[in-house]
């Protein structure tokens, strides 16, 4: 199969656009991507127990395992009417291809896997190591769950994970964490309240001792964030009864060296503060977890936790990226990502060296009308093909 051609490549892009595939309803396009891979010559490829697809070309050279990593979920559509654009449609319109998932990240995931097969084919696979290509599940509601099997069937070496970048290199990225608070009161009729304790009134206690948590900060990441975003009484509707139980959940961008320790004792120092000024004042706090249900059958289950990560600028990966896309014509500034990745797992968690490269921008993610531009994806499909060049030698 010829895969040098451009028009290859947006035909590819087009085809995975066409098939939704939102988180959990991924089987349609990860077919493809399997197919796609075996079309062109992966030596192996295999779907696993979550339902990622994960390539794989061996070199003819022992060395590093080189991966590069997506996912092939997206956000719903809610506004179908909205879009001027078949949001599944893979239209093309003004060098921009058009619909759900054209820039976080069918597209880069079509780049990806294009780039390894030319790469391969180029070199008549005399290189060292191997490379990897992963199209993870379910990133868009457990950013980095799926990733673990991933890191443990491919022990990659070096990440390159393929988000919108605009083809600059990411070389870190905030954390998240869903903290839960909750208070506990006592129930009576609201016609007696004083027979009762409102939980109501605890939480507001404890929230005006969270709010004054002072964010660290990061010379890299900025400072760490600790946002309500919801809150929710027990019972509710309440009709003509005091709460009983108040839950509320923060947002919490943590930074590195935030574990959940820190994540949590900051939250109780708070809580304590509150207890000081409001005896008998019952509360707690913990991370969420979730649950999730793959195309597969099988489930995902973790806490809603997603560690930090940074590569030094002066590391061997991020400084022979730099040189790959130097020699692809690329101009590549540095710097971080502003929302989370898979790079939570890979490197907040495993350690593996990472960096962030791909086509788009970060703002076209999750918008109406989704696109990503043909001279953008046909550059990062160049840029990754040197980057491989540089990293097996």
């Given at each position: 199969m010829d895969i040098d051609t451009n028009e290859q490549l947006i035909a590819f892009c087009q085809e995975?656009?066409?098939?939704?595939?939102?988180?959990?309803?991924?089987?349609?396009?990860?077919?493809?991507?399997?197919?796609?891979?075996?079309?062109?010559?992966?030596?192996?490829?295999?779907?696993?127990?979550?339902?990622?697809?994960?390539?794989?070309?061996?070199?003819?050279?022992?060395?590093?395992?080189?991966?590069?990593?997506?996912?092939?979920?997206?956000?719903?559509?809610?506004?179908?009417?909205?879009?001027?654009?078949?949001?599944?449609?893979?239209?093309?319109?003004?060098?921009?291809?058009?619909?759900?998932?054209?820039?976080?990240?069918?597209?880069?995931?079509?780049?990806?896997?294009?780039?390894?097969?030319?790469?391969?084919?180029?070199?008549?696979?005399?290189?060292?190591?191997?490379?990897?290509?992963?199209?993870?599940?379910?990133?868009?509601?457990?950013?980095?769950?799926?990733?673990?099997?991933?890191?443990?069937?491919?022990?990659?070496?070096?990440?390159?994970?393929?988000?919108?970048?605009?083809?600059?290199?990411?070389?870190?990225?905030?954390?998240?964490?869903?903290?839960?608070?909750?208070?506990?009161?006592v129930s009576c009729h609201s016609s007696n309240p004083e027979n009762g304790v409102n939980a109501v009134y605890a939480m507001t206690a404890v929230i005006d001792e969270i709010r004054k948590i002072v964010p660290n900060e990061h010379p890299l990441l900025g400072k760490g964030i600790l946002e309500l975003t919801d809150i929710i009484s027990q019972p509710y509707p309440g009709a003509s009864v005091v709460p009983s139980l108040c839950r509320a959940t923060f947002d919490r961008r943590t930074l590195v060296g935030e574990d959940e320790a820190v994540i949590l004792g900051q939250v109780n120092e708070a809580i304590a503060r509150a207890q000081e000024t409001h005896p008998g004042l019952k509360a707690r706090c913990y991370l969420a977890e979730g649950e999730e249900k793959c195309w597969t059958g099988d489930t995902i289950r973790a806490k809603r936790y997603f560690p930090a990560w940074v590569t030094e600028e002066d590391s061997e990966l991020v400084q022979t990226a730099l040189k790959g896309l130097k020699d692809a014509g690329i101009e590549a500034p540095l710097s971080h990502f502003s929302f989370c990745t898979n790079g939570s797992s890979f490197c907040g968690e495993a350690g593996i060296p990472t960096i962030g490269y791909g086509p788009s921008l970060e703002s076209l993610a999750h918008v109406r009308d989704e696109y990503i531009e043909i001279d953008q994806l046909l550059k990062s499909c160049k840029g990754f093909e040197s980057i491989l060049t540089q990293l097996t030698r």
């Open positions: 995975a656009l066409r098939i939704p595939s939102y988180s959990g309803q991924e089987q349609d396009v990860a077919e493809l991507m399997k197919r796609k891979m075996e079309e062109y010559g992966f030596d192996e490829v295999i779907i696993d127990r979550f339902g990622s697809v994960l390539g794989t070309i061996n070199g003819k050279r022992p060395g590093k395992t080189v991966l590069m990593d997506g996912h092939i979920d997206t956000v719903d559509v809610i506004d179908a009417p909205q879009w001027e654009h078949d949001p599944f449609g893979g239209e093309i319109a003004d060098g921009k291809i058009y619909g759900r998932g054209a820039s976080d990240m069918k597209g880069s995931d079509c780049a990806m896997i294009t780039a390894a097969a030319r790469f391969a084919e180029k070199t008549g696979r005399d290189f060292a190591g191997r490379v990897c290509v992963s199209c993870t599940v379910h990133e868009e509601r457990f950013e980095g769950v799926s990733s673990r099997e991933i890191t443990r069937l491919a022990k990659p070496d070096l990440v390159i994970i393929g988000e919108a970048t605009s083809t600059t290199v990411k070389r870190g990225q905030r954390g998240r964490a869903e903290v839960v608070v909750e208070t506990e009161g």
